[in-house]
């Protein structure tokens, strides 16, 4: 039963993601046109990807989690272990780093700069600036680094492993990352940014395993995910 439950909601996450996704194709042009109209109020612009960024990453894991009527704090977001999460998984993010810097892609660093539009969330003033940028960690930092958990959490109820290391969820979330964010390699600098982004999320859901707490995952994706 607990295992029908596991996958039924795994497959609700994956609907509810794919469906935003089908919405973003049908009408991207529109969408990106809009996020990029100066003329519009900027808070607006944010909430608009931001909404769009947390139904990929965010809502489904929150539209189950109230359907089961799970409380989130369970998944690893609490006080005990924070440091150590955060230290640990700052490490997965090493070969990536060297990766980059290997290859001259490390210009500047400001976390969310790949986000349409952080500089001018910034460039405006007091206080839209800190709502701006406080919207976009929220979808871009906390949910998207936190969705992982939760779906790797899910993962490993389904199909428990005994080797520690064969943990089917953070690697199902690997793999997932990569594939979403297009780092297949075909090119021998390919493979390796792309065994680098799969150390990642791998990692950082097995720090989230061993210190128990999810924090180092957020972490990475507010502070350094987009940030180079």
């Known amino acids: 039963m607990e295992q029908r439950k596991t996958d039924v909601d795994l497959w609700a996450i994956a609907l ?22 100066s003329s519009i109020n900027i808070l607006l612009r944010v909430l608009w990807s931001a909404a769009f960024q ?3 990453a965010g809502l489904g894991i929150v539209m189950v989690s109230m359907i089961r009527k799970e409380n989130l704090l369970t998944y690893g977001l609490n006080r005990k272990g924070a440091v150590l999460s955060v230290i640990l998984c700052s490490l997965c993010f090493v070969p990536y780093m060297i990766f980059m810097l ?43 680094g936190f969705n992982y958990v939760v779906i ?11 080797n520690r290391w064969l943990n089917w969820g953070a690697i199902a979330c ?8 297009g780092a297949i390699g ?5 493979i390796i940014e792309m065994v680098t982004i799969f150390l990642i999320v791998y990692g950082m859901v097995m720090v989230k395993e061993y210190t128990g707490n999810a924090w180092g995952c957020v972490f990475i994706f507010t502070f350094f995910w987009n940030a180079f």
């Not at 935003?20 to 991207?28: D, N, P, R, S």
């Not at 793999?175 to 964010?181: A, E, F, K, Q, T």
């Not at 075909?186 to 390919?190: L, N, P, Q, R, Y």
């Open 16 to 37: 509810i993601s794919f469906v935003v996704l089908g919405i973003y194709m049908v009408f991207q042009n529109q969408f990106i046109a809009f996020v990029k109209d």
């Open 54 to 56: 947390f139904g990929l």
């Open 102 to 144: 290997s290859t001259g892609q490390i210009t500047s660093y400001l976390p969310f700069q790949s986000v349409w539009t952080t500089r001018e969330v910034l460039s405006s003033g007091f206080p839209i600036n800190v709502i701006g940028m406080l919207i976009t960690a929220i979808a871009w930092g906390f949910f998207e």
């Open 152 to 162: 790797s959490d899910k993962i490993n109820r389904r199909y428990p492993s005994k």
């Open 174 to 181: 690997a793999v997932l990352c990569i594939l979403i964010h």
């Open 186 to 190: 075909v090119t021998a600098e390919g």
